[in-house]
């Protein structure tokens, strides 16, 4: 009981991490705050007893500082989803538990990838975020539980409103240069 409080204690701060990252106008620094997320979360899933867990947000804190310089691209997307599954599979000690996160990772980072337009996007992070919170739930981790339901909730309301106002949708798109104007 004593590890799970700890853990929970160390959640509350990787929170504060989600928070910056949530709130900051840079890209750079969104994935910079994303880094000690995960590095924070990492140091908790150690209290929680999850190795999947640890290897898992240890390998997102790397893909995230890559992709704060903008050098997570090509082979270094394969490489890491390699290293993802191989050393998930090495050490999960958490049977299906321990499958969550690294399935959840593996879809996260192929989708970040490949999702341009906007609800693509946010179904990756919907997906991602409800899957972190069965696991979170399911070890205990209560903050982040908590944290990453309300961030699924924020996402899907953030669809909802998209999908009502395709005009949205198509000024981001062309935001993005994804249409022409």
């Not at 192929?110 to 906007?118: E, L, N, Q, V």
Request: proline share 1%; with cysteine.
């Amino acid at each position: 009981m004593r590890d799970i409080l700890i853990g929970n204690i160390i959640s509350i701060v990787s929170a504060c991490f989600t928070a910056a990252s949530s709130w900051t106008i840079s890209k750079q620094k969104s994935y910079m705050y994303q880094v000690f997320q995960c590095l924070t979360l990492a140091v908790a899933s150690v209290f929680f007893h999850s190795w999947s867990g640890v290897t898992t947000l240890l390998l997102c804190a790397v893909r995230n500082y890559l992709v704060s310089r903008n050098l997570f691209k090509g082979k270094i997307v394969w490489i890491t989803l390699v290293i993802l599954v191989g050393l998930g599979i090495l050490v999960n000690n958490r049977g299906i538990v321990g499958w969550i996160v690294i399935l959840a990772t593996c879809v996260y980072t192929i989708g970040s990838c490949k999702a341009m337009r906007p609800l693509p996007v946010k179904a990756n992070i919907t997906f991602n975020c409800a899957m972190w919170a069965i696991y979170d739930f399911l070890i205990l981790d209560l903050v982040s539980g908590i944290v990453d339901v309300m961030a699924t909730l924020l996402t899907v309301i953030s669809i909802i409103r998209l999908l009502r106002n395709q005009e949205l949708i198509r000024e981001e798109e062309r935001r993005l240069g994804l249409i022409e104007e």
